[in-house]
């Protein structure tokens, strides 16, 4: 991902206006002044601000991160790149920083491994793949910004393939590979995919780039992985600006061998948020085809309906799984990032797959996750009544948690009716209007996190349930609402949502929900996968052990809890020293 010149300017006067100016949410903006500045923290306490930093979830120790990166398997080890500035906590320097795991939970920091230092990337390092090729060699494929500020893609190999840390990478000197070309935006020309081989032996990619307000998926074949042209048409294309960070891959519905279905997945640079299809693809004559009953464009199915963008997928052979990585901005102020120290942190990493009924792509933290899982706390059958709430105990530190709670409505017919008005709006729009204060008939319902002593601060993480016409079907809408989060005035909270695939008719009104809890960082999942939600907050009062977890009811139906699961989580180990043990 990458920033269009043109828009510094602007965000630079906005920010000369007023140094506390909210940041929108996952949006980049330029400080040459600050780009190489050594922080506040480091320079006062020779160390970031750790008070809201997260202890399970992937951040370097200090500085300024975005994009996942090429991210792959090798050799026993998970290697993550990622956008990475070392030199301060704003966008600025971009290299590729770089991280192995045995585990994906637990990292060893290593030297950059790409940064710019050829004539095809001597302005920008920017965003790419990794693809493991034939004979194991792992291939980085990334956009690098020429001396005449040309986006082009240029290709990178290990120095070494038989150091499993892969420390070393070379560039080629016939680097570019892929140059834009006539009717090309050399502007806006970034992010390619992870590349694959056809049944004709071919290799194929797709580059993000658009045509005014039209987002375009280009798609490049080659035989050698070195000569690289253009396919005629695009291989998607829609009206809804700049595509960035595409991802293209293969998924098998219902587990049928053979009936292969593709998803293409795009990042949009206007809104930043990310949509994705999944359709036909022929090889034989470059179309892809989106399944025609799926949404297509702004109001197409997302991976995450908060703050989620930039993301990857890789597929992880260890364990013959999909993982997605997405990466979480700040929801502060430029300010606030500079006195810490960092900013920017990675999604927890998902394991990702179609689900059962074909209708949408499902996701989950991985299965690793839980072996940070300390001190637990089960709450079975309880009753909750309208308007009432009661505080989970027995956690060390709310503050860094896991938490899985089933509830269940126990009166459907006390669901108010969904308003017409809404059926064009988004899901954003009606949570808005109907918050977590908001009282209803069946929900607000849910989980109230990192909440102060007075309830004063609050973030609620909660579904409501409305009627749909007169024939006994439902919507359920699934918000987080961190409008209450914090005393801090200038801090960007939005309210995310969205509707959530469940029939709460056939599960007896029950709808689970799993929450990751961890200081600034509230990643929930609704619908054993159906729908994720991020959100970044920032408490004033409810930190580490002053945070409290609460289970509250704003409807008129009683809801049951059913079953809740809550876990303190340790700390994932971030080392530094290569020759220290990962885990």
Not at 246 to 269: A, E, R
Not at 363 to 375: C, H, I, K, M
Not at 382 to 390: A, C, H, I
Request: hydrophobic share 40%; glycine share 8%; proline share 6%.
């Amino acid at each position: 991902m990458a920033i269009q010149p043109r828009t510094w300017v602007v965000f630079l006067l906005l920010a000369l206006l007023s140094s506390s100016w909210p940041v929108a949410e996952a949006s980049h903006r330029v400080f040459p002044d600050l780009q190489s500045l050594e922080t506040e923290a480091e320079a006062e306490a020779g160390r970031a601000d750790d008070t809201l930093r997260t202890g399970y979830h992937f951040q370097p120790p200090m500085h300024w991160i975005n994009d996942p990166n090429g991210v792959m398997y090798y050799k026993g080890l998970y290697h993550l790149f990622y956008q990475y500035n070392p030199k301060a906590a704003v966008w600025g320097n971009i290299v590729w920083a770089h991280a192995v795991s045995t585990d994906l939970v637990n990292w060893v920091m290593l030297q950059p491994a790409i940064y710019p230092s050829a004539p095809f990337d001597v302005n920008g390092c920017w965003s790419g793949s990794a693809t493991v090729l034939p004979d194991g060699t792992p291939a980085i494929m990334y956009t690098g910004i020429d001396g005449d500020g040309r986006q082009v893609q240029n290709v990178a190999y290990p120095k070494d393939l038989s150091d499993p840390y892969l420390r070393e990478w070379v560039k080629p000197d016939y680097n570019p590979v892929i140059a834009p070309g006539a009717g090309v935006n050399a502007t806006a020309f970034r992010d390619p995919t992870t590349a694959w081989r056809g049944p004709d032996g071919l290799w194929r990619l797709v580059v993000g780039t658009k045509d005014n307000h039209r987002g375009l998926a280009v798609l490049y074949r080659s035989r050698d992985f070195r000569r690289w042209v253009p396919v005629r048409r695009a291989l998607h294309h829609g009206d809804t600006g700049m595509w960035e960070c595409p991802d293209f891959y293969p998924v098998t519905p219902h587990g049928v061998p053979g009936d292969v279905k593709h998803v293409l997945k795009v990042s949009l640079d206007l809104t930043r948020f990310e949509y994705y299809t999944f359709g036909a693809y022929d090889h034989a004559t470059e179309t892809y085809v989106p399944d025609a009953a799926l949404p297509d464009g702004n109001d197409g199915l997302r991976y995450d309906y908060g703050n989620f963008y930039a993301s990857k997928t890789f597929l992880d052979p260890a364990k013959h799984r999909r993982v997605l990585w997405g990466w979480a901005n700040e929801s502060d102020s430029t300010a606030d990032d500079v006195r810490k120290g960092w900013a920017g942190v990675q999604a927890i990493p998902r394991k990702i797959w179609l689900s059962a009924d074909g209708k949408q792509l499902m996701q989950w933290p991985v299965t690793e996750v839980e072996s940070l899982r300390g001190n637990h706390v089960n709450i079975t059958d309880r009753l909750v009544k309208g308007g009432d709430y009661f505080e989970v105990l027995g956690l060390t530190t709310p503050a860094q948690a896991d938490v899985e709670v089933s509830f269940a409505a126990m009166d459907l017919d006390k669901a108010e009716q969904f308003d017409p008005a809404w059926r064009g709006a988004d899901a954003q729009t009606v949570c808005a209007a109907r918050g977590a204060d908001v009282e209803g008939g069946v929900g607000p319902f849910g989980l109230w996190v990192l909440a102060s002593d007075e309830l004063k601060e609050r973030t609620a993480v909660f579904f409501r349930v409305f009627k749909d016409g007169d024939d006994g079907k439902h919507v359920v809408l699934m918000c987080n609402d961190p409008s209450r989060s914090s005393y801090a005035d200038h801090l960007y909270k939005p309210t995310f949502a969205g509707f959530i695939d469940v029939n709460v008719t056939e599960t007896g009104g029950k709808i689970p929900l799993r929450t990751l809890i961890d200081h600034s960082m509230v990643e929930s999942f609704g619908g054993h996968g159906r729908m994720s939600i991020l959100s970044r907050v920032y408490p004033t009062e409810a930190v580490g052990d002053k945070a409290r977890l609460y289970v509250f009811n704003h409807g008129e139906s009683d809801v049951k809890v059913t079953h809740l699961n809550a876990y303190d989580m340790r700390s994932a180990k971030i080392n530094t020293d290569i020759d220290q043990p990962i885990r």
